[in-house]
């Protein structure tokens, strides 16, 4: 069965960049649609964007002018970019499989990687 | 785009049903059948219990049931179990992006 693991630094300097990457496994990350979702401390989700392996992107309009999504179907995996970081971006973050209009849910999830921004 | 609207808190003895709802508008919930919930354990990452509005995935107990009224979808837990005890998220597609709501802590008396 697919399964996602998050991975990248787990503390940022305010006003830098966070770079996350998940990598899929037990299965092609051809054909399908990836997103990245956080949740601060003790607080609901977000959904922050989502991209096909064709490249098209879907982006949260409320972090917009932050995120870059990318796909590496060399090696299965699909990375985030959030810049400008401030202290209201720490969250695990979650990258998941979905969605789409004949799959509208997400699933399976990775783990979750914690991401504090401080200096 | 405001996050969906859902009750903090919900409880239920073993056994009882409980109803999580979850308010949106005519851009999300009303507007299409793309309505899905998760549950999450503490600690765990979040599992998909219904798609599509009342689609339950393989492997989730028909105990949980999914519906819509308007801009309103509801989460039904019949037959409550202790392992039922977690929080819960609405999610719904609005448009070119997707919605969560605040989130509903179950509790199982």
């Not at chain 1, 490249?55 to 699909?78: A, E």
């Not at chain 2, 339950?56 to 519906?67: A, E, L, N």
Request: proline share 5%; net charge neutral.
């Amino acid at each position: 069965q697919v399964q996602l693991q998050e991975s990248g630094p787990g503390l940022v300097k305010p006003s830098e960049t966070l770079s996350l990457t998940c990598t899929v496994s037990g299965g092609s990350i051809s054909s399908y649609y990836w997103s990245w979702i956080r949740q601060p401390a003790g607080k609901g989700l977000e959904w922050i964007g989502r991209m096909s392996t064709s490249g098209s992107t879907y982006y949260n309009p409320s972090l917009k002018s932050r995120v870059t999504m990318s796909i590496d179907m060399s090696k299965n995996q699909f990375s985030l970019k959030l810049s400008s970081v401030i202290a209201a971006d720490t969250a695990i973050y979650y990258c998941a499989r979905g969605a789409v209009a004949s799959a509208n849910w997400f699933d399976p999830w990775g783990q979750g990687t914690l991401v504090t921004v401080s200096s | 785009q405001s996050a969906l609207t859902q009750p903090r808190s919900v409880s239920g003895s073993p056994g009882q049903s409980v109803t999580i709802s979850c308010t949106g508008t005519s851009s999300d919930v009303g507007g299409y059948n793309y309505v899905s919930w998760y549950q999450q354990h503490p600690g765990k990452a979040p599992k998909v219990m219904i798609y599509d509005v009342s689609k339950r995935p393989s492997g989730v107990p028909d105990r949980f049931s999914g519906s819509k009224s308007g801009n309103t979808a509801s989460l039904t837990i019949s037959g409550l179990q202790a392992e039922d005890e977690a929080d819960y998220y609405c999610c719904s597609f609005a448009g070119s992006l997707w919605v969560f709501g605040g989130g509903t802590e179950l509790t199982v008396l």
